[in-house]
Nanobody, 127 residues
Framework: QVQLVESGGGLVQAGGSLRLSCAAS????????MGWFRQAPGKEREFVAA????????RYADSVKGRFTISRDNAKNTVYLQMNSLVPEDTAVYFC????????????????????WGQGTQVTVSS
């Protein structure tokens, strides 16, 4: 089994920054792509960013391009999401996700492509 635990969420003013962390434990060798999704109140969970296994290609939602950066530290089994220039629309619960399937250099944005999920961390951006 794989466990994913997010941290780093909180309350920040618009224009501020936060860095989310997701620590993986258990059968971490079975994780390939890792990513972040978010879910705002009353909305569906949506893709934010993802990275391939060896910190190769990355992919971002259009709404966060140029503001968010995903990175991985495989030695620490941790993936990060650096979020800059935050806006109130970024307010959501952020979930870390990992895939047990090797998609090579493809990065999927769909929930079904990911097999492991964290419990989520709340990010609130005030105006």
């Amino acid at each position: 089994q794989v466990q994913l635990v997010e941290s780093g969420g909180g309350l920040v003013q618009a224009g501020g920054s936060l860095r989310l962390s997701c620590a993986a434990s258990g059968r971490t060798f079975s994780i390939y792509n890792m990513g972040w999704f978010r879910q705002a109140p009353g909305k569906e969970r949506e893709f934010v960013a993802a990275s391939t296994e060896n910190s190769g290609p990355t992919r971002y939602a259009d709404s966060v391009k140029g503001r968010f950066t995903i990175s991985r530290d495989n030695a620490k089994n941790t993936v990060y999401l650096q979020m800059n220039s935050l806006v109130p629309e970024d307010t959501a619960v952020y979930f870390c996700a990992g895939s047990a399937r090797n998609y090579g250099l493809q990065i999927h944005q769909t929930i079904g492509a990911y097999d492991y999920w964290g419990q989520g961390t709340q990010v609130t951006v005030s105006s």
